[in-house]
């Protein structure tokens, strides 16, 4: 990449974090850090390029988005990530939040449907040495393969309702957040589990691609 582009993208990321996610209220210094840094354009086709610190979601591969970079901020702000958490990620898509989940946390176990996308994401973090992820394509709304819990589970794409799989999946004292609802518009969530219980909190209305599997919407 050449200097002048190299520049372009940083005095555009800068304006991303001060303006779109600071200026919204964005406050936890390690997610602006984070995104400070992350170079974003390498998440969306080359015809993209040009807006990919525009402030909304923009589409990828297979029919699905980007995700708006201030509702990663805000998801990734609440969820509340220490250095030594292991988090479950359901949905890939480009691994744009991947990247920021694998920069604050211990280790990422992330799920998606389509290979084609999971294969990207794999190629995009490998190009930026985060290593520190394991990547996996099956219907995430069943969960990880493994009988085991997560500190964290951060789901990108609307479920009808959170489901058993993921609720123990999620070990005691951990956080998840997931947008839940109709295909249509969905209600962020999130969730802290207290002595087996899902306490909820209401974040904002939100608009995500639907998550298409067992316990998700149909195709
Ligand atoms: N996290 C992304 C946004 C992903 S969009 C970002 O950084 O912007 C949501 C993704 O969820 C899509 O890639 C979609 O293919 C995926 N998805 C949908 N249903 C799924 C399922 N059952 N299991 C795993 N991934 C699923």
């Not at 480009?94 to 996308?117: D, H």
């Not at 058993?164 to 947008?179: F, K, R, T």
Request: a neutral charge; hydrophobic letters at 35%.
């Amino acid at each position: 990449m050449g200097d002048i582009e190299h520049n372009k993208y940083s005095t555009e990321r800068l304006r991303m974090v001060n303006y779109d996610l600071k200026g919204r209220g964005i406050a936890d210094v390690r997610v602006l850090d984070v995104m400070s840094e992350l170079p974003r354009e390498m998440f969306v086709e080359q015809q993209y390029k040009s807006r990919a610190y525009s402030d909304g979601p923009l589409p990828i591969q297979c029919n699905q988005t980007i995700s708006q970079p201030y509702i990663v901020a805000l998801m990734t702000e609440n969820l509340n990530i220490t250095p030594e958490c292991e988090i479950l990620e359901i949905g890939t898509g480009c691994g744009y939040q991947t990247a920021v989940l694998a920069k604050l946390a211990k280790k990422v176990y992330t799920i998606e449907r389509f290979k084609e996308l999971s294969n990207a994401a794999k190629k995009a973090l490998g190009q930026l040495n985060i290593t520190n992820v394991e990547f996996y394509t099956d219907d995430g709304s069943c969960g990880w393969f493994e009988n085991r819990t997560f500190q964290r589970v951060m789901v990108t794409a609307a479920l009808p309702k959170v489901p058993d799989s993921l609720i123990n999946q999620l070990a005691e004292d951990g956080v998840m957040v997931a947008p839940v609802g109709s295909e249509g518009t969905q209600r962020l969530m999130k969730y802290h589990k207290l002595e087996g219980k899902m306490i909820e909190t209401f974040i904002c209305d939100v608009r995500f691609v639907k998550v298409v599997g067992q316990h998700g919407f149909k195709e």
